[in-house]
């Protein structure tokens, strides 16, 4: 069972899931929004796709998701992948690994890299997966100490961490990516998006049934006054 702490929302999600950034994106401008920065955390926990489904990041699903994705929250940041087909991240691990390693430095410190990775790969093309890519995209969070995220990139510790994220994904019955879970014990699986796929994942398109932003303030809310 996942338990949130209070006025903490947890975030089970993958970086490379155009859902998640979404997400994450709508969890932050509506905090702004509602003036609950301080008030109530993010804390981000991997939900590893490449692990769950065996495969490696798949270019093709998230190039027939990207458009349709991007059309609900523009002001996220997207593009279709603007480097090279080989230097497409294929692994997610090491930025899912970055995340966990900098919330050992604090919530704040694993919000700023989460959101700021999701960023650099969906609006920037970013190769998150290389070392150096993540630790320069980590010095420009706010509360990231880039030393110490290096020395547990280096050492692997966050591994583990990462690992143990998605066993407890399956032992909470997480539906995908992303999973909210509230301090009031309630949880949500892809907040306010109904969605389904014409054809195969990588080969037809996804089509949103309904799309409701306004579900991201009772979840604040809800997670506030907890």
């Known amino acids: 069972m ?45 939900f590893p796709l490449e692990i769950i489904n065996e495969e490696p990041t798949p270019k093709r699903t998230l190039e027939a998701e990207i458009p ?7 002001e996220a940041g997207w593009q279709i992948w603007g480097r090279a087909t080989y230097e497409w991240p294929t692994s997610m691990l090491p930025a899912l690994e970055a995340v966990q390693a900098a919330r050992a430095q604090g919530t704040g410190a694993a919000e700023a890299l989460d959101r700021a990775l ?24 706010d509360g990231v100490d880039t030393a110490k995220l290096k020395e547990a990139l280096d050492d692997g510790r966050a591994r583990r961490a990462v690992i143990e994220d998605k066993a407890a994904s399956d032992e ?25 796929w014409v054809g195969e994942h990588g080969a037809g398109f996804p089509v949103v049934d309904k799309d409701d932003p306004s579900i991201y303030e009772e979840l604040l809310e809800r997670a506030a006054s907890h």
């Not at 070392?131 to 420009?140: K, M, N, P, Q, S």
């Not at 990516?177 to 109904?194: A, M, R």
């Open 2 to 46: 996942v338990s949130a702490g209070p006025r903490t929302i947890v975030v089970f999600s993958d970086i490379a899931c155009p859902w998640a950034h979404i997400c994450i994106h709508r969890l932050h401008t509506t905090r702004a929004r509602l003036g609950f920065a301080g008030r109530v955390s993010f804390e981000p926990h991997a």
């Open 68 to 74: 349709v994705a991007g059309g609900l929250e523009p």
């Open 118 to 141: 999701r960023i650099a790969f969906f609006r920037d093309s970013r190769v998150v997966a290389m070392r150096h890519e993540i630790l320069d995209i980590a010095a420009g969070c």
């Open 172 to 196: 909470a019955a997480v539906e995908g990516s992303p999973h909210l879970f509230l301090p009031d014990g309630t949880d949500v699986h892809n907040p306010g998006i109904e969605l389904h």
